[in-house]
């Protein structure tokens, strides 16, 4: 059973440019979850999407923005992005999501903003 | 308050040795107690889930769990260079939409 897939893996942008990270889910999940993790703020919950809604959002500004896709595959967006940007963004699916399931995560795309 | 805390390490032990991981949390509706481990460069993955005080054991692991204290531990018997890693606690309950993670402890299992 294949994982969660994120790409890119790696990436450099400089400030005040955008960026778009991809996440394919496990087969059948259908909650994705993107958090942020930073040494200093450890792992912070971005946004949650379930059957292509927003379900939950975290403590960000709006130009941190996302969607899903009908068949679960999930997508985040960062405007403007500034040096504090710079971070391992996770991914992570679940089948039912929220805050009791098992969260399968991917290995990450980390984003450096110079 | 922050609602989890986590002692970020590092945690230095020899080969061989018992090691402890702890969480403190500071709302008692949290419900579920999750153990994640992390290795360098890679995501999260789930290592132990408990819903109840008490303890639960795998293998070399022991997840314990102590409501009345908001006190969660993990336990590791025999530890291996192996286990070198981030172990991050999770929490969720009802009222929480999401789970809550401690900021990590990093573990150094020495050969």
């Known amino acids: 059973k294949a994982g969660v897939t994120q790409t890119p893996r790696y990436l450099i942008k400089t400030r005040g440019q955008q960026v778009t990270l991809s996440c394919s889910p496990i087969?059948?999940?259908?909650?994705v979850s993107w958090y942020q993790q930073t040494p200093g703020q450890g792992l912070q919950f971005l946004f949650e999407?379930?059957?292509?809604?927003?379900?939950n959002k975290g403590n960000f500004p709006g130009r941190f923005s996302g969607r899903q896709f009908s068949n679960s595959r999930s997508e985040m967006n960062v405007s403007t992005l500034e040096l504090g940007d710079s971070a391992l963004y996770l991914c992570?699916?679940?089948?039912?999501?929220?805050?009791?399931?098992?969260?399968?995560f991917g290995e990450g795309s980390r984003l450096t903003v110079l | 308050q922050k609602e989890v805390e986590q002692d970020p390490g590092p945690l230095s032990v020899p080969e061989g040795a018992i090691v402890s991981l702890n969480c403190t949390y500071s709302n008692s509706a949290f419900q579920y107690f999750m153990w994640y481990r992390q290795y360098s460069r890679k995501g999260p993955e789930l290592l132990m889930y408990t819903y109840s005080s008490g303890n639960k054991e795998d293998g070399r692991f022991t997840a314990q769990v102590d409501k009345s204290s908001k006190y969660i531990s993990l336990f590791i018997r025999d530890s291996q260079p192996s286990d070198s890693a981030t172990y991050l606690c999770?929490?969720?309950?009802?009222?929480?939409?999401?789970?809550?993670f401690g900021k990590g402890t990093m573990l150094l299992v020495s050969p």
């Open positions: 999407y379930f059957s292509e809604t927003q379900r």
């Open positions: 087969s059948g999940h259908r909650s």
């Open positions: 992570a699916s679940s089948i039912q999501g929220g805050n009791t399931g098992e969260l399968f």
């Open positions: 999770a929490i969720g309950g009802s009222g929480y939409s999401t789970l809550t």
